[in-house]
């Protein structure tokens, strides 16, 4: 089967970007049925904002165990008065 390039638009940044026959072979090659809906530039940025490599990097929040009283960083700012867990003791108090 022949490929042909063909223009696509990017689902985040609306731009316009190429999917080459050389990707379209790629993908067939490893069994993938859709078309990329983002451009290259978009596809690492969100790679990145996955990892949480540098800039994209998840906000951490401080906060002291409710258990233990250690200090701690949690992936969301705790409400005022709730009760918020380091690693280990979360991890014990989901074994209870």
Same mark, same amino acid.
């Given at each position: 089967?022949?490929? @042909?390039?063909?223009?696509?638009?990017?689902?985040?940044?609306?731009?316009?970007?190429?999917? $080459? $026959?050389? @990707?379209?072979?790629?993908?067939?090659?490893?069994?993938?049925?859709?078309?990329?809906?983002?451009?290259?530039?978009?596809?690492?940025?969100?790679?990145?904002?996955?990892?949480?490599?540098?800039?994209?990097?998840?906000?951490?929040?401080?906060?002291?165990?409710?258990?233990? &009283? #250690?200090?701690?960083?949690?992936?969301?700012?705790?409400?005022? &008065?709730?009760?918020?867990?380091?690693? #280990?003791?979360?991890?014990?108090?989901?074994?209870?």
């Amino acid at each position: 089967m022949a490929f @042909e390039d063909r223009a696509l638009e990017c689902r985040g940044c609306g731009a316009e970007f190429v999917f $080459s $026959s050389g @990707e379209q072979e790629f993908f067939q090659e490893r069994g993938l049925v859709n078309d990329p809906v983002r451009c290259p530039s978009c596809r690492a940025t969100r790679r990145r904002t996955k990892a949480g490599v540098g800039e994209y990097a998840q906000q951490m929040y401080a906060a002291v165990c409710t258990e233990c &009283g #250690d200090n701690t960083e949690l992936p969301f700012e705790p409400k005022p &008065g709730a009760q918020v867990y380091c690693k #280990d003791c979360f991890a014990v108090a989901q074994t209870k």
